[in-house]
């Protein structure tokens, strides 16, 4: 089990694959499976990216179950530290959005209910991870793991396609842990030229149909997320507001956890039901004398 709490991790190992223009294929990147648990087979040929076939969350190329409640919070969380360490090291700028940056708002830690992590990029940040580093695995040596861990950086060929026609490919790349299958969704922004040319200055767009505009996002702020430096969209309240509600930045119980404004975290609802009330018996005839 990853220990949570040290906000440091090192690179150790880069390693180069050629980049491709179609399908990873199961055979080619599986570490322990002997099965493919991805919903390839069931998903139209368009799609590149296959969630597995037991959660939406998961990629079925290397796990084949859900990893514990108690244990996903860790590995999300050396999930976007390594995410973020990878991208600084190699001057990719990114920054948080959805439910991450709501995570980010409360406390700057993931929501403990949250099982998948979500960032963007800008579309000329997506060209240069897809041309350079596409494919690339990277191990880290983590707190608790002796043999460390391995992540895939895996870039979505269909990315080129700008238009949100493409409806199943709105994913345009994702960090993949590959033991556990967690991963993060990498989303690009992208210039609405549609609405450009209507007049509509500053207009951004994402292919999962999200638009912004360049105010909204730019200039990025910086911030701290799971002990490390993190971009956040200049916006953030707004954005927030306007995907989730306002109660979303207000309410104190959620998804059976419940706000500690002391510790500033989100700790989870124990509920135990009362004891059912036990009817109480009827008196037994004294002893030695006869019931009527």
């Not at 949570?4 to 190992?13: E, H």
């Not at 993931?110 to 897809?130: G, M, N």
């Not at 199943?168 to 994702?174: P, Q, T």
Request: proline share 6%; with cysteine.
């Amino acid at each position: 089990m990853i220990i949570r709490g040290s906000a440091w991790v090192y690179l150790a190992i880069l390693i180069w694959f050629n980049c491709v223009e179609a399908d990873a294929d199961f055979l080619d990147v599986r570490t322990k499976l002997e099965k493919d648990r991805s919903g390839r087979k069931g998903d139209p040929a368009e799609k590149y990216f296959h969630e597995s076939t037991f959660h939406p969350h998961y990629d079925g190329r290397f796990a084949d179950d859900q990893v514990g409640k108690e244990e996903r919070l860790d590995h999300l969380t050396a999930l976007i530290q390594t995410f973020l360490y990878t991208m600084a090291d190699i001057g990719a700028e990114t920054w948080i959005m959805h439910g991450t940056l709501l995570g980010w708002w409360w406390n700057q830690k993931i929501l403990p209910w949250d099982s998948d992590l979500d960032l963007q990029v800008s579309e000329e940040t997506i060209h240069f991870l897809a041309r350079y580093y596409n494919m690339t695995e990277y191990h880290f040596s983590l707190p608790g793991l002796s043999s460390g861990r391995n992540y895939l950086l895996e870039i979505n060929p269909h990315y080129m396609i700008r238009g949100t026609d493409d409806k199943l490919n709105v994913i345009d790349a994702r960090w993949i842990d590959t033991e556990t299958g967690l991963f993060i969704d990498v989303s690009t922004i992208r210039k609405n030229w549609t609405a450009i040319e209507d007049g509509v200055e500053g207009a951004l767009m994402c292919k999962d149909k999200h638009h912004y505009f360049e105010k909204d996002i730019y200039p990025l702020r910086d911030s701290f997320f799971e002990g490390f430096p993190v971009k956040v969209p200049f916006e953030y309240g707004w954005l927030l507001e306007e995907e989730y509600g306002r109660k979303a930045l207000t309410v104190t119980q959620y998804e059976h956890h419940w706000w500690n404004e002391t510790s500033e975290l989100w700790e989870s609802m124990t509920y135990k039901p009362p004891r059912p009330m036990r009817k109480k018996p009827p008196p037994y005839p004294p002893r030695g004398r006869p019931s009527r």
